[in-house]
């Protein structure tokens, strides 16, 4: 196997693997700490992404130098004092996050968050140990871009499968066993994270050559990334926005059990981004050959497999989620209640989540290719669209109003992104790639679904049922997705017919 697919498949195993902990811990947590109590955890996600916006500059940054250090093209003293110098930026914004939720933590408890049956004390202690988990998980992805530029995605998957366990069943246990508390959850969490950063900072530091001088902060190494990092930086923050804003503004409008609900609905959604993320995260060195013009055939290959393979696994999924919405949830928590309040949000975010997936290959051929001032011009302009959208919409059709908005956000994301993109053999086949390659797929999907709701489980009193029903429906589309698809239905009848050979 080759080493590109071996990093796929650990890509896919190790998020997989996080997603399925968060999905299936998910309504365990609701039932010990409440709805209430999660709809302050679903704040954590923004509190998160604030963090990454600029681990998002930094690690793309880092992996690609750790990469040209692999091959070679830069020396150890350059690599070590660049790592210093990061950590010291990463890990000293940390800390003044962390000092600053702790500032604004009763005013926001007190005057922000509409909280019934948690007290304003628990809500405030809550915002700063969240704040503070969410630092140290961004120096956490600064040694994971490290890991991946060192082409060491497989341990790295495989220690973050062990670690995502652990931080899951403990919390867990803690909640069950000691304290049913937001305070002992985000307790647990700091001690994962701080387990987290000793291992994998481990892991880098004994990958690099031994030196006899001590690293330091370098600005002449900061100066070599600064350009490249300060458009990423600027991509992040206005993906971060897109991503969490509507929650930021719901949560100034509603309760937080209906912010719950909401953020219970978009994380259902979201998941399906870790269907995109892992091909490219292993096929982005060779994207950036992409553009650096080797041969056309294996160009337009290379890209057209990697769309199609994004679309079918994309559309098999999302159009799972939207068509049996409240299969999913029921199958999932077993609740009717979260059944009546967010399946009709999640069939609404999924397909903006869908939109945004298929956008994401093209958005890393922006960046590929040198453009990424072109990429965060359209972001920008996308998230304008869609903070006023979820500020009209919202008052006139509640939450849902926020869920149309990202899904209209997200269409106009894709077309514009899909326009401009500097795709292989230039804008005559862009028409041919998106019908064949996305439209097609995803109308499979859609028939395959569509014949499911004539066989669909009546109510909801079999969660086993459901699980049987679902999973056959996901296969189903995604073969049959699969065989409308050019270049992967030639490899899967190769791979069959060397099996049957043998």
Excluded at 321 to 334: E, N, Q
Excluded at 462 to 474: E, H, I, K, P
Aim: one cysteine or more; a positive charge; glycine letters at 8%.
């Amino acid at each position: 196997m080759s080493s590109t697919r071996k990093n796929i498949l650990a890509n896919y195993l190790g998020q997989g693997w996080s997603a399925l902990m968060a999905v299936a811990f998910l309504p365990l947590y609701i039932r010990y700490l409440g709805v209430e109590a999660y709809g302050l955890i679903g704040l954590f996600a923004v509190v998160q992404a604030l963090m990454l916006v600029i681990d998002m500059g930094i690690a793309p940054a880092l992996n690609r130098e750790m990469a040209r250090f692999s091959a070679g093209l830069s020396d150890v003293r350059y690599i070590r004092d660049l790592l210093r110098s990061l950590e010291i930026i990463c890990f000293g914004f940390a800390a003044l996050m962390t000092v600053v939720a702790w500032a604004f933590s009763d005013y926001l408890a007190r005057g922000w968050l509409n909280s019934v049956h948690l007290s304003p004390l628990s809500v405030a202690h809550a915002l700063i140990l969240m704040t503070l988990v969410a630092g140290l998980r961004l120096c956490e992805s600064l040694y994971r871009g490290c890991l991946y530029g060192l082409e060491h995605q497989v341990w790295f998957n495989a220690a973050s499968t062990i670690l995502t366990t652990l931080r899951y069943l403990g919390a867990l246990g803690v909640l069950v066993f000691f304290s049913p508390t937001l305070q002992a959850f985000f307790v647990w969490q700091a001690i994962l994270s701080v387990l987290t950063l000793l291992l994998f900072s481990w892991r880098v530091y004994i990958s690099l050559p031994e030196i006899v001088w001590r690293s330091r902060f370098s600005t002449k190494a900061l100066a070599e990334i600064g350009s490249f990092a300060g458009g990423m930086i600027g991509i992040a923050c206005v993906t971060m926005l897109f991503l969490q804003i509507d929650k930021i503004i719901l949560s100034r409008f509603f309760s937080l059990k209906d912010l719950g609900y909401y953020s219970l609905a978009a994380t259902a959604a979201n998941i399906i981004f870790i269907i995109a993320i892992p091909v490219t995260q292993a096929i982005y060195p060779r994207l950036v050959r992409i553009s650096s013009g080797v041969d056309e055939i294996e160009r337009n290959a290379l890209y057209r497999k990697t769309m199609q393979l994004t679309a079918v696994l994309l559309g098999s999924a999302s159009m799972l989620l939207c068509f049996f919405s409240s299969g999913v949830i029921y199958m999932w928590s077993g609740s009717a209640e979260l059944v009546s309040a967010t399946a009709p949000l999640l069939s609404i975010l999924v397909l903006g989540s869908f939109l945004n997936g298929l956008a994401y290959l093209p958005g890393q051929l922006q960046i590929a290719s040198g453009s990424p001032q072109r990429l965060l011009l359209i972001s920008t302009f996308v998230l304008i669209i869609f903070v006023i959208l979820v500020i009209y919409l919202t008052p006139i059709f509640g939450l849902k109003g926020a869920a149309w908005a990202w899904l209209v956000g997200n269409t106009v994301y894709l077309g514009l992104i899909h326009a401009t993109a500097p795709y292989p053999s230039g804008k005559r086949l862009k028409s041919i790639w998106f019908s064949a390659d996305v439209m097609l797929p995803t109308i499979a999907s859609v028939v395959v679904m569509l014949v499911g709701i004539q066989l669909q489980p009546s109510g909801f009193s079999d969660r086993l049922r459901w699980a049987s029903f679902l999973v056959v429906t996901g296969l189903f589309a995604l073969a049959i997705s699969t065989m409308t698809t050019s270049l992967l239905r030639q490899q899967v009848v190769g791979l069959l017919r060397a099996k049957s050979i043998k």
